[in-house]
């Protein structure tokens, strides 16, 4: 089978970027063809990519690197404006959120990407197709093939929460005439549902949406023995030492920082994602210091890059020094920091303003030496994370924001590493899917509530997860890693794509039940 892909973004990174690229693996794996419109300028480099096309002016050149080419990425010339949903850079392109772009630059972008696509499908003759985001693959989509090819829409979080919500008035007749012709609409969870539904005011909306979450590579992502993990993890700091120079998130930090951490010594504990203010990240951080009192072996690994990553570094700083005011002057700024409007990191702040007497001193006394052991990566590729996450005895998923699904959460599980999650949105159903496994006892280290006692809660799983007698906790990562592997693979994502562009919806699974806040 041929299938269009319109993802318009980059094939590595977090996210969407990740879903597509082990998305399109999956369907070349299985022997499908496929034409894949980005943005990823290096994506010949990519082991799935066949031949690369650009486009100059009127024209197409196909480059073929291998024989027979499965796949082909495609590059719009759509410019240096790069439309995104949250502010952030990206190498090669000025990158600038959708609802700050005038609109004869947005219908630039538009006219360019629906070309694009028109040729490809020309050319290919695609039997279904994919658009992902609600802005604006389905409306290219809808113009370049609607009627003639059928397609799916896989609704990721960001376009739906950070550009359709706040801004209608603008961008929701985009959002419906992109889903009006789409055989089926795929989202990661029950919340992500709901979401849609509200925002979209379409009553005929709910019966076209299917369950349809990102995967997990099963063969790449796996528990290792510590000796194991950790030989795989200096290896990886040797392979990353003189590779990419420092640029999107600071790669060249990541050598020293990977090498400083042994899983026969350290208890480690990561993080994964986004270096943006929604992520939570500030949590975490402002957590280390009680996790160490608890547990002096642990060390955080903080894995990401973002427009806020210079503030975590302050913050971490400040912390680690005792300074709880530069800490409360950061949590006080909040948003600012990433060049967003001022708004107070509230849940932080209420931690610091919390902090007295004995408690206060405990804390400034752990702080020092916890940020010690805390270790900033800067980016790594996602085909790196097998490689880390096997040495982690857990993970942590602090978002703060409503999140589509938690796949993070599910590749550490997969991992045999504890994924503690906020307990909200697609975080929370993928917590309750993986709670069976572990039993009453453990369940309740999979989430925490987000409030003003987060970091306390966050704190507490983890020093009760690392305190864990050995055998118990080996038996916990072993069914861990058993449900994710089990429930979650891209051939089962991928049959579900083709079923929905084609309207089998049949075979497909309802949105499940609503995932509230965890109490």
Same mark, same amino acid.
């Given at each position: 089978m041929r299938i269009l892909i319109f993802h318009g973004y980059l094939l590595r990174g977090t996210?969407?970027?990740?879903?597509?690229?082990s998305l399109v693996r999956a369907l070349v794996d299985m022997g499908h063809e496929v034409h894949l419109l980005c943005q990823d300028r290096d994506a010949g480099e990519l082991p799935f990519v066949d031949a690369v096309g650009r486009f100059d002016g009127a024209g197409l050149s196909v480059e073929a690197s291998r024989e027979p080419v499965r796949c082909t990425a495609y590059l719009? +010339?759509?410019?240096?404006?790069?439309?995104?949903?949250?502010? +952030?850079?990206?190498?090669? /392109?000025?990158?600038?959120?959708?609802?700050?772009l005038d609109d004869e630059a947005l219908d630039r972008y538009l006219d360019a990407n629906v070309e694009a696509a028109r040729r490809?499908?020309?050319?290919?003759?695609?039997?279904?197709?994919?658009?992902?985001?609600?802005?604006?693959?389905?409306?290219?989509?809808?113009?370049?093939?609607?009627?003639?090819?059928?397609?799916?829409?896989k609704v990721h979080g960001s376009a739906l929460e950070y550009v359709v919500r706040p801004h209608r008035r603008r /961008? !929701?007749?985009?959002?419906?005439?992109?889903?009006?012709?789409?055989?089926?609409?795929?989202?990661?969870?029950?919340?992500?549902?709901?979401?849609?539904?509200?925002?979209?005011?379409?009553?005929? !909306?709910?019966?076209r949406t299917r369950l349809g979450p990102p995967g997990v590579d099963v063969r790449s *992502?796996?528990?290792?023995?510590?000796?194991?993990?950790?030989?795989?993890?200096?290896?990886?700091?040797?392979?990353?030492?003189? @590779?990419?120079?420092?640029?999107?998130?600071?790669?060249?930090?990541?050598? +020293?920082?990977?090498?400083?951490?042994?899983?026969?010594?350290?208890?480690?504990?990561? *993080?994964?994602?986004?270096?943006?203010?929604?992520?939570?990240?500030?949590?975490?951080l402002a957590a280390w210091p009680l996790v160490v009192a608890g547990q002096p072996d642990?060390?955080?690994?903080?894995?990401?890059?973002?427009?806020?990553?210079?503030? !975590?570094?302050? !913050?971490?700083?400040?912390l680690g020094r005792g300074d709880l005011e530069a800490a409360r002057a950061i949590a006080a700024r909040g948003r600012e920091l990433e060049g967003g409007p001022p708004g107070e990191l509230r849940h932080l702040a209420a931690f610091l303003d919390g902090l007295g007497g004995d408690r206060r001193g405990r804390y400034l006394e752990a702080a020092p030496g916890a940020f010690d052991r805390v270790s900033f990566t800067g980016r790594l590729e996602h085909d790196d994370l097998p490689d880390l996450l096997p040495a982690c005895e857990a993970q942590v998923?602090?978002?703060? *924001?409503?999140?589509?699904?938690?796949?993070?959460?599910?590749?550490?599980?997969?991992c045999g590493a504890l994924p503690v999650s906020a307990g909200h949105s697609g975080l929370?159903?993928? @917590?309750?899917?993986?709670?069976?496994?572990?039993?009453?006892?453990?369940?309740p280290l999979l989430s925490f509530p987000v409030g003003d006692s987060a970091i306390e809660e966050i704190a507490s799983r983890l020093v009760r997860w690392l305190a864990m007698p050995p055998a118990e906790r080996a038996a916990a990562r072993r069914a861990l890693s058993d449900a994710a592997r089990g429930r979650y693979g891209w051939e089962r994502v991928a049959e579900g794509v083709i079923a929905a562009a084609e309207s089998r919806l049949d075979e497909l699974p309802r949105p499940g039940g609503q995932a509230t806040a965890s109490g």
């Open positions: 996210g969407s970027n990740v879903y597509n690229a719009p +010339d759509i410019g240096r404006t790069l439309p995104v949903y949250v502010a +952030d850079r990206y190498e090669g /392109f000025e990158a600038v959120p959708f609802a700050e490809v499908a020309r050319e290919a003759a695609p039997d279904v197709a994919l658009a992902n985001h609600l802005i604006a693959g389905p409306a290219v989509l809808a113009r370049a093939i609607g009627g003639r090819v059928p397609y799916a829409v /961008f !929701l007749a985009l959002a419906r005439e992109g889903l009006a012709p789409a055989g089926g609409v795929l989202v990661g969870s029950r919340h992500t549902a709901e979401s849609l539904w509200e925002v979209m005011d379409d009553p005929a !909306l709910p019966e *992502f796996r528990p290792r023995e510590p000796g194991e993990a950790a030989g795989r993890l200096h290896a990886l700091a040797e392979r990353l030492s003189g @590779s990419a120079p420092a640029g999107w998130g600071g790669e060249a930090e990541a050598p +020293d920082a990977l090498r400083a951490m042994d899983p026969r010594r350290d208890r480690i504990v990561a *993080f994964v994602g986004k270096l943006i203010v929604s992520k939570g990240v500030d949590l975490l642990a060390r955080l690994c903080v894995v990401g890059f973002g427009t806020y990553r210079d503030a !975590l570094l302050e !913050l971490s700083a400040a998923v602090p978002s703060t *924001f409503p999140e589509a699904f938690g796949m993070v959460a599910v590749e550490a599980a997969a929370l159903e993928v @917590s309750r899917t993986l709670a069976p496994a572990v039993g009453e006892d453990i369940s």
